[in-house]
């Protein structure tokens, strides 16, 4: 195995991430210190970062329905409930694949194999992000035609994405990006107010089944779609 997809398997770093602490020179192989990329590791070799051994994890994924009126954070969320409401997120602090802000719920997937979660986020790789969008008010076509197209404020440019309007004022969107309170900046900008913003589907992996607050594990078939998802 190529040692930076080794780190990224159990350090919970990307694999972008792990060649540049191998460049660093913070990556020891039996006891000799790496700073090439593409060197390869087997099972008997014992691998260090940053004098500490680096041993082989179990790889986790899970789906999660966050709950309106959540962080998605650890730690102290200062009066606001965090992740670390759910038991075993709070043991195992593993990392998601973008936050959904306190006000919005919807599908997370958690996961310590740190090279997925650098492919969901990345919108190069385009894995589909799916929301159902209520607001308080409608689009006309041209407005969801400007949407679709891209749409370009003056503080940002977004790229295209799927927009379906379901009913007045019920709207669908598909990105392959997550900017920071994108979709309700989306809507601010055509005079409109996100009443509720729910996130139904990441990839192949679907919120069908979830309860509010359930996190719950992935079988090997979702997996690997959802790594065919991001190649």
């Known amino acids: 195995m190529r040692l930076n997809k080794f780190l990224s398997a159990n350090c919970g770093v990307s694999r972008r991430e792990a060649d540049r602490l191998i460049e660093s020179g913070l990556v020891r192989i039996n006891g000799e210190r790496v700073s090439e990329l593409g060197v390869q590791v087997s099972e008997t070799d014992r691998v260090e970062l940053d004098g500490k051994p680096v041993t082989e994890t179990e790889l986790e994924y899970y789906r999660f329905f966050k709950p309106r009126g959540m962080l998605t954070a650890y730690g102290d ?10 038991p075993y997120l709070k043991e195992k602090k593993l990392a998601y694949s973008g936050r959904l802000d306190y006000d919005s719920e919807g599908l997370i997937i958690f996961t310590n194999d740190g090279d997925l979660i650098l492919r969901l986020q990345k919108s190069e790789f385009k894995a589909e992000k799916e929301y159902l969008v209520w607001v308080n008010g409608d689009l006309s076509e041209r407005e969801l035609d400007e949407i679709r197209d891209g749409l370009q404020t003056d503080e940002m440019h977004y790229l295209p994405c799927g927009a379906e309007r379901i009913k007045a004022g019920n709207f669908r969107l598909i ?14 900008f055509f005079g409109l107010r996100v009443s509720r913003l729910l996130r139904v589907r990441i990839g192949n992996i679907t919120i069908n089944g979830l309860r509010t607050g359930e996190l719950k594990r992935l079988s090997l078939k979702e997996i690997t779609e959802l790594k065919e998802c991001t190649e």
């Open 77 to 86: 969320g200062r009066g606001k409930e965090t992740l670390e409401a759910i």
């Open 175 to 188: 990105l392959t990006e997550g900017k920071k309170r994108q979709i309700r900046e989306i809507f601010r």
